[in-house]
């Protein structure tokens, strides 16, 4: 007995000379603790608060002990480290305990670390299971607990330990599991986190909920052993049901393109801080709108895809005859063809006009019958070119009924964005179908030809220059051939060949009256016009200076048309788009913040102006092109101008309700053909009601103040300086306008005849023009 205790006392003082002359002279300084700087990722959030992105390896959120709640802090020291604020660093009874636990098993592999020296471990050690790392954990331990408080070292463990699917922490956890803060977490999800640190990676409640739960109960048992919870409490916890949220939902609202360009405007400034520095940046967008404008978006391009029927699988596979291997060759194929929200990717196990048999990416086998097959049952024909069968890669949807169907990835492109017309900042923003598919930006990066989008802006710079919405103007056909085309012969028409010989320019603009406009172009000038567009932030230079510019044969995006719209909503102002209302720092303080509107912002446009063609445009939404909108939404504030390129390869909306001005266009990459039926009114205005019908829910109508300085001319009103001299009356009807001398050669002299008004909102009224080539995107 005597020698056992001989040989234990001189064992345990050579492991003492050993760690005072090896060890602690060589253990690190404490700099990594007391100047923690956690790599935590970029976020983006709405205004109203909702997470849209997160770039960066690691999810962090740094909270400081102060604010952690009470009831995540003890279910961790009720599985971690009951005795934290009583013991130095080290719970001996804890180390004895693991020591007799190894040497019975011969082993080295039970530990007693305590949360110190889980710090230690995690910030300057490794996970080797060894007794030489066990010492240096142990003395770096006591260093800790020497040089921080008990509250510093709860809150670097809290803040820095890895809890599985790349959370970093226990408030990012929170939000990574639960999709809630920290602060608000019941006792139930605080067990459930407080098991994590054990294995993050294998017993996490997305990775295996069965172990993650029987870890939960028994964190709970502890927290009633330990009157960390009352018998009430636990009960409760006990039941409680917990939303496990997975990675598809961990954003509040499909804001993609929106979080993709803030990150391209951070990573400019920061480089690659840019993903560990804590930023948060918080965006103008709002939730409501922005669900309304991505679930408008789809719906609108869906329902194109399915007027102009289904084109047929997108690939197809060779099953092999062993089922391991089938299901092997599926699952492999499957990954290159991603889901797109509700549209699933499958392949055909077998096909028949009858039904069709299919197989998702997680196994699951489904039958599709029925209602199902008829968007596809042309390829259901067994001679059907293209035709579905065994190997076909197809599209499955749910329907209404949680039914299956045959659906289809539509390849036609689209854009949505709306801005508030005050001060320019976005509300919502959709630069695409699905940016998993396709990450190009249909809003800021597409330059398509406006159609007739662009012509109340050539209407704007008429009124400057004497023309009133009460001017006469002839709306007959015209064959130039004159220097300002270039020499070519052109012969523009209106949309459904038929001209209603002098129409007033409010009704020209109302149903969107090829020839009106072109009259009126001539008569200001293509030069003003061109020059004029500059003030609503287009870019001239993209404008042709010829009379083409009145049919919408330049180039904008639909962010430039979105801004210019609001020059006339908001009474004549231009406002710059803005995403980025501030960014924060990983502890809150504020490195930039966007200053209120109007302090940089001049006036562009004559308030009279701004109002005569506000109410033109009110026209246009309640009686003309755009009547949809009126009937449908049931405003008085709204207005707006549709717009279709030649051969409908673009389809446009633009308009605005109250403070919300939205843009809404479709169109194919490489420019093609929409279908002959389709117009601006079927393509881009029905997107355009829908996310209205959202924003301007609740909110009266817009009444505008008639501005001073507008008369009675012609029946309508006009600038009052051009009333009292220089007004012009009538345009393409005198006797020296040349377009009326070409109307007297081919057509004997005389008036042009009057026809009857036609009354087509929603497709004969819309434009086509006869223009040059369509440009291809950038």
Do not use: C
């Not at 995690?122 to 299971?129: A, S, V, Y």
Request: no cysteine.
């Amino acid at each position: 007995m005597l020698a056992s205790l001989l040989v234990v006392t001189v064992l345990a003082g050579l492991l003492a000379a050993y760690a005072l002359v090896l060890v602690v002279p060589s253990l690190p300084k404490l700099d990594a603790l007391t100047d923690y700087r956690p790599k935590i990722p970029l976020r983006v959030y709405t205004a109203d608060n909702v997470l849209i992105g997160e770039f960066g390896e690691e999810r962090r959120e740094f909270v400081p002990i102060k604010q952690m709640p009470p009831l995540m802090t003890r279910a961790l020291l009720a599985i971690e480290d009951e005795n934290f604020y009583r013991h130095d660093g080290v719970d001996y009874k804890g180390v004895l305990r693991a020591a007799l636990s190894n040497v019975v098993s011969g082993g080295n592999g039970q530990g007693a670390s305590t949360i110190t020296m889980q710090v230690a471990r995690n910030f300057f050690l490794t996970r080797e299971k060894s007794y030489a790392r066990k010492i240096n954990e142990v003395l770096l331990s006591y260093k800790i607990e020497r040089e921080l408080s008990k509250d510093q070292i709860l809150e670097l463990y809290m803040n820095q330990i890895y809890l599985g699917e790349r959370a970093y922490g226990f408030a990012a956890a929170a939000n990574t599991y639960f999709g809630k803060p920290i602060r608000d977490i019941s006792a139930a999800e605080a067990a459930m986190l407080a098991g994590l640190p054990k294995a993050p990676s294998t017993m996490n409640p997305v990775v295996n909920p069965k172990r993650a739960r029987q870890r939960q109960l028994y964190i709970l048992k502890r927290m009633r052993e330990l009157n960390f919870i009352s018998a009430a409490e636990h009960s409760h916890a006990v039941e409680e049901k917990l939303v496990i949220r997975g990675s598809a939902q961990r954003y509040g609202t499909h804001a993609e393109y929106a979080a993709e360009q803030v990150r391209k405007f951070m990573y400019a400034q920061f480089k690659e801080e840019t993903y560990t520095r804590g930023f948060n940046v918080t965006t103008t967008l709002l939730k409501a709108d922005q669900d309304a404008a991505y679930a408008a978006l789809r719906r609108g391009v869906l329902d194109y895809d399915r007027r102009h029927g289904y084109r047929g699988p997108e690939a197809f596979i060779k099953l092999p005859a062993d089922e391991e291997e089938r299901d092997e060759a599926i699952a492999e194929t499957l990954l290159k063809y991603p889901n797109s929200v509700e549209l699933e990717s499958a392949v055909v196990l077998a096909a028949s006009s009858k039904g069709v048999r299919a197989q998702l990416l997680s196994g699951e086998e489904i039958a599709i019958a029925g209602d199902g097959l008829r968007f596809a049952a042309a390829k259901l024909a067994a001679k059907a070119q293209n035709a579905i069968r065994a190997g076909a890669v197809v599209r499955v949807v749910r329907d209404a009924k949680q039914k299956w169907a045959i659906a289809q990835l539509p390849e036609v492109a689209a854009a949505f964005v709306a801005l508030n017309a005050h001060d320019g900042s976005y509300r919502a923003l959709v630069g695409g179908f699905d940016f998993g598919l396709s990450q190009f930006d249909h809003v800021s990066q597409a330059w398509r030809q406006p159609g007739s989008t662009i012509k109340p802006f050539v209407y704007s710079a008429a009124l400057e220059k004497g023309l009133s919405p009460g001017t006469m103007i002839n709306d007959a056909p015209l064959a130039s051939a004159d220097a300002d085309n270039g020499g070519k012969s052109w012969n523009p028409q209106n949309d459904n060949g038929s001209y209603d010989g002098p129409v007033t320019m409010r009704y020209g603009l109302k149903r969107s009256k090829n020839l009106v406009s072109i009259r009126i172009l001539q008569q200001i000038s293509p030069q003003y016009a061109q020059s004029y567009l500059g003030r609503f932030g287009f870019a001239p230079d993209k404008h042709p200076d010829n009379l083409t510019l009145a049919l919408g044969t330049g180039s904008v995006t639909p962010l430039q048309m979105a801004s210019a719209y609001a020059v006339f909503a908001n009474g004549g102002y231009q406002r710059e788009p803005y995403l980025i209302a501030k960014v924060t720092d990983a502890r809150g303080n504020v490195l930039a913040q966007k200053p209120p509107a109007g302090s940089d912002s001049e006036r562009v446009l004559d308030v009279r102006n701004a109002w005569l063609m506000d109410s033109m445009l009110r026209d246009v939404a309640h009686s003309g092109t755009a009547a949809a909108a009126g009937q449908k939404l049931g405003r008085a504030d709204l207005a707006g101008k549709t717009g279709t390129t030649d051969d409908s390869m673009d389809g446009w909306f633009a308009g605005y309700a109250g403070d919300v001005v939205a843009v809404a266009w479709m169109g194919y990459d490489t420019p093609k053909s929409l279908g002959g039926r389709e117009f601006g009114s079927t393509l881009a205005l029905p997107i355009w009601i829908d996310y209205m019908r959202v924003a301007v829910r609740g909110k009266p109508d817009g009444q505008r103040p008639l501005p001073g300085g507008l008369v009675q001319v012609n029946g309508d009103l006009a600038y009052q300086e051009f009333a009292e001299q220089g007004a012009v009356r009538t345009v393409g009807m005198e006797e020296r306008d040349p377009i009326s001398n070409l109307w007297n050669r081919l057509f004997g002299s005389g008036s042009p005849p009057s026809g009857p008004a036609r009354d087509q909102p929603q497709a004969g009224a819309n434009n086509r023009q006869q223009q040059p080539t369509p440009l291809a995107l950038p």
